[in-house]
């Protein structure tokens, strides 16, 4: 998924899609500024809904450039995340998946239990990229113990290195500290594959 370019109009070419298909001019919709946030969430519930995947994707980046910027809990567009984790696009999931592991930070204030069932779901998903880079680690942010086994699964295959990109491995981690003695033979496992590639893994991706 492409957030924002850092300001407020910079939308990702999804988003873009989303709203000339809606009529809207890009420059007149700031998530940025809170007296467009209403807009901008009106705008991705409404293309969830959509049956074309380019605007799904567009609701998508929307919403995760509010959920990210603002503490104040939406969740509105959480459980519209929840209802395109079921698309029967996978590139739609994959993007949707990324959305709460990039709110597992301890000071976002979004709730994404609701999401829980559905991403417990998500772990056995036929694309990678949902099964292992976003949905098992979104998973560990609440500390639920359905994350266990899927974290696990992450820390031990070559799945969790694209996740790097949205958070660090203690941030994954952290949550789930009461269950370190389950999860140990999967940190072992990961820092024995890191040694063994130079632990390029462990720096995240190359710039």
């Known amino acids: 998924m492409t957030p924002g370019a850092g300001t407020g109009t910079g939308h990702s070419f999804w988003a873009r899609e989303l709203l ?84 597992v930070p301890a000071e976002s204030t979004q709730d994404v239990t609701s999401a829980v069932p559905v991403l417990i779901m998500a772990t056995g998903d036929s694309y990678d990229r949902v099964a292992g880079s976003a949905a098992a680690p979104a998973l560990a942010r609440p500390g639920h113990p359905g994350a266990l086994g899927p974290v696990h699964r992450w820390l031990a295959t070559g799945s969790r290195l694209p996740f790097f990109r949205v958070t660090s491995l203690g941030q994954v981690l952290l949550p789930l500290a009461g269950h370190a003695d389950e999860l140990l033979p999967g940190i072992r496992r990961m820092l024995v594959d890191s040694a063994g590639r130079g632990c390029s893994g462990c720096r995240g991706p190359r710039r």
Do not use: I, K, Q, T
């Not at 705008?43 to 503490?71: C, I, K, M, Y």
């Not at 959480?78 to 592991?101: E, F, I, K, Q």
């Open 20 to 103: 000339a298909d809606a009529g809207v001019d890009r420059h007149d919709l700031r998530w940025d500024e809170y007296e467009h946030v209403d807009r901008a969430v009106a705008l991705a519930l409404a293309g969830f809904d959509s049956e074309r995947s380019e605007l799904v994707e567009g609701a998508v980046s929307l919403a995760s450039n509010v959920l990210r910027r603002w503490r104040v809990p939406r969740p509105d567009l959480v459980a519209g995340l929840v209802r395109c984790l079921d698309s029967r696009h996978s590139h739609v999931r994959g993007d949707v998946a990324m959305v709460p592991a990039g709110l």
